[in-house]
């Protein structure tokens, strides 16, 4: 009897038992195995992570309760195939560990905000700095981490170690689980061919929900864009670049050029929209400032647009660019004009690397103290940006400010969710406003209001630097342009912020407001046909022009130029 029972007790990989129970062992439900942990896993993540997209697959596409139900064994094969590859005694408690909670972030951003996670949207979040990241922590993450995060990994610590087994017999029980769900989820495909295909076809920014997977894919697909990238300094761009002759009696000229952050069109009321948005930016001259409505963005998050919008190649070429080139501020420098870079915001995402540059809260030599209130130690309101900006023009180089001068001014705009950070107590004009990160708990129109006061907040920061650049004018000619980087979603179709895929991202994060303000009386204004600046108002334009329109605007020339792309070069005599 003894012997009968120990024969039962044989390990399943032992060749004296048959092979039918050699089959049933491997597939019997052993919590301690790694392959069984890595379907459970897989099982959790797609049924319960996944929540977004079962949430969002119904509303958009009504399935039919046959496609639902394929599809949810389709991710649930996907994701088992790829984590038992993984299933392994030493890494798959690691692995598991980290996709679970993972997972439990992601299901809390894609289903609380209505993003998707593609490379880009990696891209973002690695050059996302700590106070960006702070802005996005609330009970509703720390919750979705628990229950779908560290419920189960606490389940998954507590399993005991698996018995062990041979190197081979490990293997080919990853390979068998890989290859069964791959097989799985093409025939669930098949099955349901017509409504799969016809969905994905028509939403495609499903594929970027299904966690893990797109998570696993788009760190993928960033890295190796990352290594693709040529090592060393950018390709050099403009080597010819130069500055037109002036009059002798010319002044050099001073464009200040304001990068904004997540400002939409549609919420400007120089664009029509029905709130006093712009109060001063109104009360100026029409004939000296104009209001672009048809403007689009290089792409719908920061770190896409940035490096797009300062690249002479347009936003066609500049997506296939393989590796990394200088862009307007190294040409402007080139030709000899005095470039800076004045940083409220995370950064000027390589930018800024060749040309002087400073923060908000860095102050020159000999300027004032910071007054209070405008600054709390970790972040400042963009009218810090003016602070000590005459001292930070003092300190350049003398010779090339007397060529010419150009300032960029990086805001922090309308940086979501917590838009009530954005602007100071006498300028939240519009009441009661969401004071929360958690956008989805407060009612909409409360959204809007917090949102509409950063607009108000911008306003006061252009007219501020209108005022500032009218106290220069007897030294230079001054101008100033600004344009935000990309829009916001405020809720429509259930989608808050930015960062969607450009291809099906929706108008509202990709229509940017862009004005020029021209004073008259200047040699910039003399040379423009008589109403040729007011003419541009529902002219289409985009980022690609903001290089080309920056450099006829100094005067700087070289072989990148196109005054095709110059916005005020038709307007020129």
Known sequence: MAARADKHLQPPHDRRVPLPRRLLAWLRLDATRPLTQAWLAALWMSLLANWPLWRQLHQMAEPSPLFMAAFVGMVTAATGALL???????????????????????????????????PTMVTNMMQTDVHETRDLLNGRLLLSLALL???????????????????????????????????????????????????????????????????????????????QAPAGPPAVIGADARLLPRAPDAKPPLLLLVV????????????????????????????????????????????????????????????????????????????????????????????????????????????PPLPPGLCDGKECFDAALLHGLTERVAALDPQRLQRGLVLVLHQMGSHGPAYYKRSPPALKVFQPECRSNALQQCPREHVVNAYDNTLVSTDHLLASAIAWLQLQQPRFDTGLLYVSDHGESLGENGLYLHGMPYAFAPREQTHVPMILWVPEGGALAGSLKPGCLASLRDKPASHDHLFHTAMGWVGARADVYRPDWDLLANCRR
């Open 84 to 118: 038992s590859l993984l299933a392994w005694p030493r890494l798959i408690k690691v692995a598991l560990t980290v996709l679970l909670l993972s997972a439990a972030a992601l299901a809390h951003f894609i289903g609380s905000y209505g993003i998707v996670f593609d």
């Open 260 to 367: 904004g952050e997540t400002a939409r069109s549609m919420n400007f009321s120089l664009n029509g929209y029905a709130r006093p948005t712009n109060p001063q930016l109104a009360k100026l001259p029409a004939s000296s400032l104009v209001s672009l409505r048809d403007v689009t963005s290089c792409g719908t998050a920061t770190a896409a647009s940035l490096p797009c919008m300062f690249s002479p190649l347009g936003r066609d070429a500049f997506t296939s660019l393989k590796g990394r080139q200088e862009n307007l501020l190294d040409v402007l420098h080139r030709a000899g004009l005095a470039v800076l870079w004045l940083d409220n915001q995370s950064g000027c995402k390589g930018l800024c690397d060749r040309v002087p540059h400073s923060f908000t809260n860095e102050l020159p030599p000999g300027a």
């Open 149 to 227: 995060g560290a419920l189960p990994v606490w389940w998954l610590l507590r399993r005991p170690a698996a018995p062990p087994q041979p190197l081979g017999a490990r293997l080919g029980g990853s390979l068998a689980g890989f290859a069964l769900g791959l097989l799985a989820m093409v025939l669930l495909a098949l099955a349901v061919f017509a409504e799969l295909s016809s969905t994905m076809r028509n939403h495609k920014a499903l594929r970027y929900m299904v966690t893990p997977l797109n998570a696993v894919y788009s760190l993928s697909a960033a890295a190796v864009r990352s290594r």
